[in-house]
């Protein structure tokens, strides 16, 4: 089975500073991650994915995140954060069958100017 | 362009109430999945359907049932309501061999 931890409920930014949103998993098996991002009212929508390859991957609207296999991290950063990231957004794991997705409980990003 | 409509984005519903919660795709997507989102525990899978008439558990099936008759439909039912099952209930699809899961936008059931 498989399990996502994610640590900060809540970040508090300021417009144009950059951002880490923390993931963290544990998996007895070889696994894919994600990362989802609800606007509100809105659905979940897929920000950015590993699957293989290079570590780093990158998503849309500028976000990127890292792999790290030793850690078993997936940390979602951002450089410089827009007003309209305000979101919540939530790491998810999935096994190699794609069957089911196992979600963290979300970390709502807050983006003041 | 994917989409996944939900019947209602609003419901409010008494105690004791058969509750049916619609979720219909256009993308000939064999795979279904039914989640509730609470704050604080993130979204938990109830049921999930790979394929026509076939239905699976997921991790929170107690006190729901579901139906997929059609290939586009899935619908999630509550024999009888209660007020724990006050929740944000999410809809989703999935191309079988894909690993893209698609939402739709929800829908706010609140069981007086």
């Known amino acids: 089975a498989q399990s996502v931890t994610q640590l900060d409920s809540q970040v508090p930014v300021f417009e144009e500073a950059p951002v880490e949103l923390r993931c963290n998993y544990s998996?007895?098996?070889?696994?894919?991650l994600f990362w989802y991002v609800q606007y509100p009212n809105q659905g979940l929508q897929l920000l950015l994915k590993?699957?293989?390859?290079?570590?780093l991957v990158k998503g849309i609207n500028g976000f990127e995140a890292e792999f790290n296999k030793s850690q078993t991290s997936f940390h979602l950063r951002k450089p410089s954060v827009h007003i309209s990231d305000t979101a919540e957004y939530f790491c998810a794991v999935s096994d190699l069958s794609f069957q089911k997705l196992v979600f963290g409980t979300g970390t709502r990003l807050l983006v003041s100017p | 362009d994917v989409k996944v409509t939900q019947s209602s984005r609003y419901l409010v519903k008494r105690t004791g109430e058969k509750v049916f919660l619609e979720c219909v795709q256009d993308?000939?997507?064999?795979?279904m999945f039914w989640y509730r989102q609470d704050p604080g525990l993130g979204l938990r899978l109830i049921y999930f359907s790979y394929d026509v008439k076939m239905k699976e558990k997921g991790d929170i099936p107690e006190g729901y049932s579901v139906s997929r008759e059609k290939k586009e439909r899935f619908s999630l039912i509550l024999e009888s309501a209660s007020t724990n099952q006050t929740s944000m209930y999410l809809c989703?699809?999935?191309?079988?061999?894909?690993?893209?899961?698609?939402f739709g936008p929800g829908t706010r059931l609140t069981v007086l």
């Open positions: 998996s007895s098996v070889s696994v894919y």
């Open positions: 590993y699957l293989s390859g290079s570590t």
């Open positions: 993308m000939d997507h064999e795979n």
């Open positions: 989703a699809s999935r191309l079988g061999g894909t690993d893209t899961q698609y």
